[in-house]
């Protein structure tokens, strides 16, 4: 007689082995780099390290698990954006706004954040190693370093 997996556990087996089925909107994607604007737009696990989108916008988008490593994204606006488990290692976010975003599990390792705002973001379980803040409005709305060395 031949054993068999019991249904659930044989589902879940069958996701693992498929791997994540989200993927970025590849119309979303090149809308970002070619205009640096693309609210509301699906850019789950989108690879734009070592990229410069200075002034992009992407509010309102889902950004779940992006690579942002070593990317430029001075005066950047994420508000309520989905950054979460985006990996921003490295990522100069000067003056980026992050406000209500979610960056629950995201990767903030030797991340400026000179003059962000993260007002009502979600930073719960996100990795921070390293971060630079000066001037950077908390979460709480709390100004972090306001005077900084040079």
């Known amino acids: 007689m031949r054993a068999q997996i019991p249904a659930i556990p044989a589902a879940f087996l069958a996701l693992a082995i498929a791997g994540p ?35 992009a916008v992407v509010s309102d988008s889902n950004l779940t698990a992006a690579s942002f ?10 508000t309520n954006a989905n950054l979460s488990s985006v990996d921003f290692g490295e990522a100069d976010l000067t003056g980026a706004d992050l406000g209500d975003a979610n960056l629950n599990g995201a990767i903030l390792w030797n991340t400026d954040l000179t003059g962000a705002n993260l007002q009502g973001t979600n930073l719960r379980e996100a990795m921070r ?22």
């Open 21 to 55: 089925a989200a993927a970025f909107d590849s119309e979303d994607l090149k809308r970002l780099r070619e205009s640096e604007r693309c609210t509301d737009c699906d850019l789950a696990g989108a690879l734009m390290a070592d990229t410069e989108l200075g002034g």
């Open 129 to 150: 190693v390293d971060v630079h803040y000066c001037r950077t409005t908390m979460p709480s709305g709390r100004v972090r370093h306001p005077v900084c060395g040079g």
């Open 69 to 78: 490593v070593n990317a430029r994204l001075v005066d950047a606006d994420f």
